[in-house]
């Protein structure tokens, strides 16, 4: 089936850096979205992407859907001690499935 | 706006026993997912529903899981008999059948089969 390769598996950071995550794919795909995922919760969309080359913004928070349509970024600024959790990166066909990456575990020392 | 509803929360039972999670997804929204966390194989999509009807069942992983969406606001996640390695978080997603709208999912029911 199709695979998502996300990047890093784990971040350790010190509050105020800046964060960049990844999703690779052999595939292409139509859609790519990033959640965020804390303990306990299910996950919560961040951003949604849905044309090869959009950058969008969310807060502190920018993705990119990467004109190959086969990965995409994901950028944290000025982290905050709030921002740990488990980060993925989804991507999407046109038959309305969602492939998920890994994971990327965040944690943030104050 | 009520999000996906599940339930139960946790669930601990014996292996052997029939377990039956439960969904209500957002109200409007056609299509529903189910799937399972684990730590070692990440969110697996088991079974994704739209407009009530089972589209794909590729990711059930045996014959002891079935899935019913008898309406629109009600979907269940049936494990008969169940194993201990079946343990894991289950969770239901819905979202409206467009390519532009995102799924979004419940707070999930952690499964223990002991």
């Known amino acids: 089936g199709q695979q998502l390769n996300q990047s890093p598996q784990s971040m350790f950071i010190q509050e105020g850096e800046d964060v960049s995550m990844n999703c690779t794919s052999s595939?292409?795909?139509?859609?790519w979205l990033w959640y965020k995922q804390d303990p306990g919760e299910g996950p919560v969309l961040l951003i949604a992407?849905?044309?090869?080359?959009e950058l969008t913004s969310n807060g502190r928070l920018t993705a990119q859907f990467g004109i190959t349509r086969k990965d995409s970024f994901l950028n944290i600024s000025a982290s905050i001690p709030s921002d740990v959790g488990i980060y993925f990166c989804?991507?999407?066909?046109?038959?309305?499935?969602?492939?998920f990456g890994k994971g990327t575990l965040l944690t943030v020392n104050p | 706006d009520a999000g996906v509803i599940q339930s139960p929360r946790h669930e601990v039972t014996e292996m052997g026993q029939e377990v039956t999670l439960r969904c209500k997804p957002i109200?409007?929204?056609?299509?529903l997912f189910w799937y399972r966390q684990t730590m070692m194989r990440g969110l697996e999509l088991l079974i994704y529903?739209?407009?009530?009807?089972?589209?794909?069942d590729s990711g059930m992983p045996e014959d002891r899981f079935s899935a019913k969406m008898p309406n629109a606001s009600f979907s269940t996640l049936k494990i008969q008999p169940s194993e201990p390695r079946d343990s894991a978080v289950y969770f239901c997603?819905?979202?409206?059948?467009?390519?532009?709208?995102?799924?979004?999912f419940g707070d999930g029911t952690r499964l223990s089969i002991l």
């Open positions: 997603a819905s979202s409206l059948n467009r390519r532009d709208q995102p799924q979004h």
């Open positions: 595939s292409i795909f139509n859609t």
């Open positions: 992407l849905y044309k090869a080359g």
């Open positions: 989804s991507s999407g066909g046109s038959n309305y499935k969602l492939t």
């Open positions: 109200s409007g929204h056609n299509s």
């Open positions: 529903f739209n407009n009530n009807v089972p589209i794909d």
